[in-house]
């Protein structure tokens, strides 16, 4: 007797033909929901970069045809003394946006988990740490504004504040002063820029285990110790996060310098991108704004390159020891 099988069944004992059950595959449907935020991100971030890419090459006002100028926008922007003063600026910023709140922000979050956690409670904790971070919450076109009141050379909050307590002799014109703007900026920055840190490490606090902090208190470490040889190695990785993040964001800093001093007094506080904006829509000089922005996309692409890969190297270099 002659048994014929289809293909893709089985035989049983009883000489019944059973469909042989194989394990479903994953079906190739993933790639569908990416898609609508890939093409976000080439109508949004590609194309536009790739558009202002050519007009760099170009000297064109905005209007008519542009006209190919080759490199002769880079050859002037190397030359350019107002684009490195613009660019120094942004290395002030990196200092008032990247360092300093790291630094603080790793004390600020140090010390409300290990401390006023533990003697006051979380929910306090909890109130603090929203208050550092309100700064981040707000527009920044907001708290410019505020803060444009609060530093006001006449019947400004601070200027009033000095005079009430004696101090008048200190009262600054802290905006319009091109000694002292930059630093009343910076000021500002690192007001608006504190509450990021700080949120971020006391995440990566939360994955700390509690023994390595009850152990080190119970051999007599105080709170400085346990700062320094638990906390700082057990976050790392969030360190190396932040300085990345707030760097890239001090580069292309734009809002608070556009509320607070539009770039002046006499160029005092201008940045790459604000010297980019007034380039292309006050001088009309696309041509040459667009170069500008093109070699600051640069320079913040390099410099996330090396930071990533720097974060690498010391992963792997952990993950070695630890082996």
């Known amino acids: 007797m002659t048994v014929t099988v289809e293909r893709g069944t089985t035989v049983g004992k009883e000489g019944r033909a059973g469909r042989t059950h194989h394990p479903r595959r994953p079906r190739d449907s993933y790639a569908l929901f990416l898609l609508p935020g890939v093409l976000a991100f080439f109508a949004v971030v590609i194309v ?20 190919w100028s ?14 490195w003063a613009s660019f120094r600026h ?3 910023m990196v200092v008032a946006m990247a360092v300093v709140p790291t630094g603080l922000g790793l004390v600020l979050a140090a010390a409300l988990f290990d401390y006023v956690g533990k003697h006051f409670g979380s929910r306090v904790t909890a109130v603090l740490r929203a208050c550092f971070y309100l700064p981040q919450v707000l527009p920044i076109a907001v708290a410019g504004i505020v803060w444009s009141w609060i530093l ?13 307590i004696g101090l008048g002799g200190w009262q600054q014109d802290w905006l319009g002063d091109p000694d002292l703007a930059l630093y009343t900026v910076m000021a500002v920055m690192v007001w608006v820029q504190l509450g990021f840190p700080l949120v971020v490490f006391m995440a990566g606090l939360q994955r700390v285990d509690p023994a390595l902090y009850e152990a080190a208190e119970l051999d ?13 190695p057990q976050i790392r990785p969030e360190i190396h996060v ?4 707030c760097t890239i964001a001090a580069l292309k800093v734009f809002g608070a310098v556009y509320v607070l001093t539009k770039g002046g007094p006499g160029g005092a506080t201008d940045v790459p991108s604000y010297f980019s904006f007034t380039t292309f829509f006050e001088k009309t000089q696309v041509g040459y704004g667009a170069a500008i922005s093109t070699v600051l ?13 720097l974060q690498t190297r010391a992963e792997d270099a952990e993950e070695g020891t630890r082996v």
């Open 297 to 309: 996309t640069v320079i913040v692409l390099a410099l996330a390159l090396i930071g990533l890969r």
């Open 152 to 164: 006001a050379p006449e019947n400004g909050s601070l200027n009033e504040l000095l005079k009430a």
């Open 242 to 245: 932040v300085l990345l993040w």
């Open 70 to 83: 080759g490199l002769a926008n880079y050859r002037e922007l190397m030359g350019d003394a107002d684009f």
């Open 220 to 232: 007599g470490a105080g709170w400085w110790r346990r700062f320094r040889h638990i906390t700082l």
């Open 48 to 67: 536009p970069l790739l558009m202002n890419t050519g007009v760099s090459f170009t000297d064109w006002q905005g209007v008519g045809s542009p006209q």
């Open 90 to 92: 942004s290395l002030f």
